[in-house]
């Protein structure tokens, strides 16, 4: 309804209210002069706030018509509809669905038959009766108007699913202290033209009103990633970890791989899981003296080690990328460190990482990892078990499995398993090793240090502890805004 309706309802009211004084129903009113009752309420609310009339509001249960009636009321019911699809020297079933549609034919010809108005005499569907009256649709009409039916003209729709019980909410009406005829339309507005004309001194002023509430403010909001990530830092800073600086996203593969022992034919620097940058495409500031080393251990190996026995290419290790996991960050520390005194740390950090991977409801290009790392003299794998059962026990995890698995940088390594309350079983949550001579001694760090270290995602314990089973709904850019809004910085008192 446009506003032109309004206008010409509002027009009958105010004429229909100097005669009759009152109106006692807006329902009532609205199926006497045949006009919607939404519309009416509008004119009502409008009117009331020019004070051109009194309204008291008034609700009641009543019936409604579903989307169903409604359908019913424009176009015929059901068996009405099959029926007109009834030629009078009759049809074929197939042909019959084909004119009304699956849905309507099975309602409608059930009904229709019932009713005797059609007959199927094989291989025909034939009209019983020349013609038919849409009682159906003239109940709903009914309804619709707010008259009364029996009770099982009631029960026969309801079971149908046409009608349903809603409350039902109008206005009973009668003068306001400015009534008038017609309306004046005072103005909400100094404008320009009004003061060059001086047509403001006559114009009459919509009153402010003081009482309106605005809208209520939108406050900051706090990502669920961000919640777990503070989560994750507190417990690493009580455990006495330091963050690592983890500003690079942009890495070389010499930071990201090669210092890693990860042969540079290893599968996971191929382009389909990394992405490599096309500007700049390469870092040439590599430390000299560290990259010989580095590339010594990974042609003919050292300290015991045999190396990979190929032909390291320094174009490979220039090769920048979107780093691939937060061990980038471990590895330039640890050199750092082993460039000074050393003195035993333990480091953590949390930050984006990027992988070349299909996107599904798990699987995102871009994620973070949280990443701890503790380095000090004489360090077995029973302590990086321990220290994993105590960070993950701080965050309420108590059962972790542990299984061999191999990473180029670690040995032995170890992937971290969780029991799952919710699904019964053991998931991974993360993987962990010894870092391996062969990656720390070229950094210079002293032969008896050892260098325990996992990684996770940050995404994986937010999806469980948010009850969040698709990525997508959590980062990127299909966030579900409205997972984000329910997590406010602090709550408004209202
Ligand atoms: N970098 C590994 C995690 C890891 C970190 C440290 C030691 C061992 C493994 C990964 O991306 O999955």
């Not at 009339?53 to 009405?80: C, H, I, P, Q, T």
């Not at 919509?206 to 777990?228: Q, R, T």
């Not at 950090?349 to 996107?359: G, H, K, L, M, T």
């Not at 995102?364 to 077995?380: N, Y």
Request: proline share 5%; glycine share 8%; charged share 30%.
């Amino acid at each position: 309804m446009g506003a032109a309706d309004k206008d010409v309802v509002e027009e009958i009211l105010l004429g229909d209210l100097n005669e009759v004084g009152e109106i006692a129903d807006s329902g009532e009113w609205a199926s006497r002069h045949s006009v919607d009752h939404g519309v009416l309420c509008d004119v009502i609310k409008s009117l009331s706030g020019f004070e051109l009339v009194d309204s008291k509001e008034l609700s009641r249960e009543s019936w409604f018509l579903e989307r169903e009636g409604e359908e019913y009321v424009e176009n015929g019911s059901a068996e009405m509809q099959v029926f007109l699809a009834v030629p009078p020297e009759g049809i074929t079933l197939p042909d019959l669905k084909a004119k009304v549609g699956d849905k309507l034919l099975n309602v409608g010809q059930k009904n229709a038959m019932k009713n005797g108005w059609i007959v199927m005499q094989k291989p025909l569907m034939k009209r019983k009766v020349a013609e038919a009256e849409d009682i159906v649709r003239s109940q709903l009409v009914s309804i619709k108007d707010g008259q009364e039916v029996s009770p099982d003209v009631i029960k026969d729709l309801k079971k149908r699913n046409l009608i349903a019980r809603k409350l039902w909410k109008g206005y009973e009406v009668c003068k306001g202290p400015k009534y008038a005829l017609k309306r004046s339309k005072p103005a909400t507005d100094v404008t320009r033209e009004m003061l060059q004309t001086g047509a403001w001194k006559e114009q009459e002023f919509k009153a402010y009103n003081f009482e309106a509430l605005g809208f209520p403010i939108s406050g900051g909001y706090l990502h669920p990633l961000l919640k777990v990530r503070a989560q994750f830092r507190k417990i690493f800073l009580n455990m006495g970890f330091e963050e690592m600086p983890t500003n690079n996203f942009v890495e070389s593969s010499f930071w990201n791989f090669d210092v890693l022992f990860q042969p540079q034919q290893h599968p996971a620097r191929d382009s389909h899981d990394t992405f490599f940058l096309k500007t700049p495409a390469t870092t040439v500031e590599l430390p000299e003296d560290y990259l010989q080393r580095v590339k010594t251990m990974h042609e003919v190996g050292g300290h015991g080690s045999i190396g990979y026995g190929y032909d390291w290419k320094r174009e490979e290790a220039e090769k920048n990328l979107l780093r691939t996991h937060t061990t980038a960050v471990s590895s330039r520390m640890l050199y750092k460190l082993a460039q000074e005194k050393f003195v035993p740390k333990r480091y953590y950090s949390i930050d984006r990482v990027f992988r070349n991977e299909a996107v599904d409801r798990t699987h995102l290009a871009e994620f973070h990892q949280i990443e701890g790392v503790v380095c000090d003299r004489g360090l077995t794998l029973g302590d990086l078990i321990g220290v994993l059962n105590e960070f993950f026990g701080r965050l309420g995890i108590k059962k972790l499995r542990f299984k061999p698995a191999y990473n180029p940088y670690t040995e032995p390594s170890m992937e971290i398993f969780s029991y799952h309350e919710q699904l019964k079983k053991w998931v991974e949550i993360g993987n962990s090793g010894m870092f391996r001579p062969e990656m720390l001694l070229p950094m210079g760090l002293p032969p008896d240090v050892n260098v325990i270290a996992w990684g996770l995602s940050l995404e994986r314990p937010t999806m469980i502890l948010y009850n969040i089973d698709n990525i997508r709904d959590l980062f990127g850019h299909k966030v579900d805004l409205e997972k984000v809004k329910s997590n406010p910085i602090c709550r408004l008192g209202i």
